[in-house]
Each structure stands twice: as structure tokens, then as C-alpha cells.
């Protein structure tokens, strides 16, 4: 079985910054791309970012110059750097990667649990 832990949301002035990680353990043979996901109240979820296994990286329009995603492959882990946060970023932020597991011959999608990242005065 596949897990993600998301940590390192909360609470932060606009203009703020925080850092999200996201880290997957269990039967993992390979990852490819990972993301981040955001659902804000009464929207879809939609996303904000992915990175492929060699460093590619995409993003939002509206996230663009101001949110940055990175991975460590050797740890499994994806993170956000969020700068310059607004109050339309408030949502629940939720990570995803693409894992081959060891007893997998295809990739399967996992989601993290979720963790709420509020922007407010």
C-alpha cells in the first residue's frame, strides 16, 4: 500500500509565504510525475503544479512566478514554496503522484489527505 503525509499548512498574512511537503512511503518501486491540487470552498479542484521525474515543471497562470515546486527523488517527497500568498490561494491543498508500485506493472494515481492553507488579515 502507497501513502502521502502532507505537511505544513496553516495560517498566513497575505504577502506571506509557507512551504508544503508532501512525502510518499510503502511499496514504491518508481514515482513519476507528482503534484499539487488545491479544492477551494464551493470549486473544483484544480491544479497548481506538477513536476516529472527529470525536473519538468508546470504551473497555473494564476500561481505563476509566485509559487515554486520542487522534488527529492531519494526521499519521495514533493514540496511547494508558496510566496507572495493572496487570499484567493485559500484552500485545501492536496498532493498527487503518479506510482509504480513494486507489484504494479502500470502507475496509479495517490492523493495526500490535505492540508489547509488559509490566507488572511
Known amino acids: 500500500q502507497v501513502q502521502l503525509v502532507e505537511s505544513g499548512g496553516g495560517l498566513v498574512l497575505p504577502g506571506g509565504s509557507l512551504r508544503l511537503s508532501c512525502a510518499a512511503s510503502?511499496?514504491?518501486?518508481?514515482?513519476?510525475?507528482m503534484g499539487w491540487y488545491r479544492q477551494a470552498p464551493g470549486k473544483q479542484r484544480e491544479l497548481v503544479a506538477d513536476i516529472t521525474s527529470i525536473g519538468t515543471t508546470n504551473y497555473a497562470d494564476s500561481v505563476k512566478g509566485r509559487f515554486t515546486i520542487s522534488r527529492e527523488n531519494a526521499k519521495k517527497t514533493v514540496y511547494l514554496r508558496m510566496s507572495t500568498l493572496r487570499p484567493e490561494d485559500t484552500a485545501v491543498y492536496y498532493c498527487?503522484?503518479?506510482?509504480?508500485?513494486?507489484?504494479?506493472?502500470?502507475?496509479?494515481?495517490?492523493w495526500g489527505q490535505g492540508t489547509q492553507v488559509t490566507v488572511s488579515s
Open positions: 510503502g511499496s514504491i518501486f518508481t514515482i513519476s510525475i
Open positions: 498527487k503522484m503518479q506510482v509504480k508500485a513494486y507489484d504494479s506493472r502500470t502507475y496509479s494515481d495517490y
